[in-house]
Each structure stands twice: as C-alpha cells, then as structure tokens.
Nanobody, 119 residues
Framework: QVQLVESGGGLVQAGGSLRLSCAASKSTFSINAMGWYRQAPGKQRELVATISSGGSTNYADSVKGRFTISREDAKNTVYLQMNSLKPEDTAVYYC?????????????WGQGTQVTVSS
C-alpha cells in the first residue's frame, strides 16, 4: 500500500513556473516507477512524465524541454518542475506510483492538484 500526497498546484500566468511535489508513504527507492499524469476537463487522463527506480525518465512530447521530473529518495518525494507554462497545461495533475507485488504491478494515485495557467 502506498499513499501519495500532492502539493504545489495553483494559478500562474502563461510563461510562468510551478513545482509540484508528491510525497509517498513508502520509500521511493522501493517503488518501481513514479510519475505525473494530468486530466483536463472533458479529456482523458494523460501521461506527463515518469521516472523509474533507476532514474530513467520519460516525457510526453507536449512537455519535453519544459517539464522536468526528479526524485529525492531521502524524502520519499517526486517533483515535477514545470517551466514555460501554457494555458493548455491547465489540468488536475495526479501523482502515480507503480509497485510490483507478488508479480502483479499495482497502481496508486494521489488525490490530484489543480494547475491553472492563465493567458
């Protein structure tokens, strides 16, 4: 079982920056992968960025070069640094953790944090 708590969302003007944090109840070093997803009104939830236990990262094309995912295992926390924000980045951002238990990959989600980018 993993509990995830996001923070850092808010309202920002286009071109601005925000940093999201996701605190995990379990050592992030023991979690197979963590990531950020987002869901805009009327749209499906989509992947934003992921980071594996080994530190490999993956980004959606729409955020490459603007967003950076990182992890701080000492604090059991994953971050999403978002720069050059655009109105189309407006969404609820969810933290995700994937944990393999007895051969099955389980997904855990945070409650979400709202990011609103004004034009």
């Amino acid at each position: 079982q993993v509990q995830l708590v996001e923070s850092g969302g808010g309202l920002v003007q286009a071109g601005g920056s925000l940093r999201l944090s996701c605190a995990a109840s379990k050592s992030t070093f023991s979690i197979n992968a963590m990531g950020w997803y987002r869901q805009a009104p009327g749209k499906q939830r989509e992947l934003v960025a992921t980071i594996s236990s080994g530190g490999s990262t993956n980004y959606a094309d729409s955020v490459k070069g603007r967003f950076t995912i990182s992890r701080e295992d000492a604090k059991n926390t994953v971050y999403l640094q978002m720069n050059s924000l655009k109105p189309e980045d407006t969404a609820v951002y969810y933290c995700n953790a994937k944990l393999r238990v007895l051969g099955t990959m389980l997904n855990y989600w945070g409650q979400g944090t709202q990011v609103t980018v004004s034009s």
